[in-house]
């Protein structure tokens, strides 16, 4: 039968023996990104039904989604649509068997973070 008294040994030690890497947080960002999308459309979604359902409950959403946390939440949702986007292109161009080396995934990466900044401010300024 195997030993099962392992010590004080962690279970998972990834998190304390590597580094995050900037591919590892772009993949978690990517996911993250994934779910705020998913509230913000739930937000948009209350809005629409709000506004369907009659004068008073569509004063409440647009109340909610209009003060600073609503805004904030958009604003947080501009930049997830954006580095959502930017980073599903860079899978498009990992499934082509393209910048997988360490190097270029590293840049496109910061293609990534930045692209998604700078587009964010663009579409702010825009709208």
Not at 2 to 21: E, I
Not at 25 to 42: E, H, K, P, Q
Not at 51 to 77: C, E, I, M, N, R
Not at 108 to 124: D, F, K, Q, R
Request: proline share 3%.
């Amino acid at each position: 039968m195997a030993d099962v008294n392992r010590g004080d040994r962690p279970l998972s030690p990834h998190l304390q023996v590597y580094r995050p890497q900037l591919t590892s947080i772009t993949s978690i960002l990517t996911r993250i990104s994934g779910n705020a999308l998913v509230v913000a459309g739930l937000m948009v979604t209350w809005w629409f039904v709000a506004a369907a359902a009659g004068p008073d409950a569509f004063a409440t959403a647009d109340a909610v989604l209009t003060s600073w946390f609503g805004k904030l939440v958009f604003l947080g949702s501009i930049w997830a649509l954006w580095y959502h986007t930017l980073a599903g292109i860079r899978h498009l161009i990992w499934d082509t068997g393209h910048g997988l080396d360490i190097g270029t995934a590293e840049k496109l990466g910061w293609a990534c973070i930045g692209g998604s900044i700078l587009l964010t401010v663009l579409t702010v300024i825009l709208l």
